[in-house]
């Protein structure tokens, strides 16, 4: 075997080692994004909180009706390979104006700060990497 092909190995295995670290940040980053996005939800019902999903490449139009927290969801995660666009969203009617203000136990919001966090984590993971 040359040399040139011994080191063509050891590239692959290094680009498959750092695929598969990629792969994990991202997963557990969208993991605890979800979490937190979840637990900072203003309370009332508990219908906002139950109501935050994960789908990969996309989005549904189901508003759940339980009311417990939907830890179920984050499995969904385990699926997840790069090049997909994880979604966490939530369905109910009234999410966008507890966002903005609505409730006054997140009056300055609460997801779009936990997307900067995200970012933050991701890049900071990638540089890394």
């Given at each position: 075997m040359s040399s040139l092909e011994t080191f063509g190995r050891e590239l692959d295995a290094e680009?498959?080692?750092?695929?598969?670290?990629?792969?994990?940040?991202?997963?557990?980053?969208?993991?605890?994004?979800?979490k937190n996005i979840v637990k900072s939800t203003p309370l009332d019902t508990g219908r906002a909180r139950a109501n935050w999903q994960i789908d990969l490449n996309g989005t549904n139009e189901t508003d759940i009706e339980s009311l417990l927290p939907p830890d179920g969801e984050r499995a969904k995660l385990n699926n997840f390979k790069l090049g997909d666009v994880i979604h966490i969203f939530n369905?109910?009617?009234?999410?966008?104006?507890?966002?903005?203000?609505?409730?006054?136990?997140?009056?300055?919001?609460?997801?779009?700060?936990?997307?900067?966090?995200?970012?933050?984590?991701?890049?900071?993971?990638?540089k890394a990497i």
């Open positions: 680009l498959k080692k750092k695929l598969t670290l990629a792969s994990k940040v991202v997963r557990k980053v969208a993991f605890n994004g979800h369905n109910v009617e009234y999410i966008i104006p507890l966002e903005y203000g609505l409730s006054n136990q997140a009056p300055s919001g609460w997801v779009r700060s936990e997307a900067i966090r995200m970012d933050k984590k991701l890049s900071q993971a990638f």
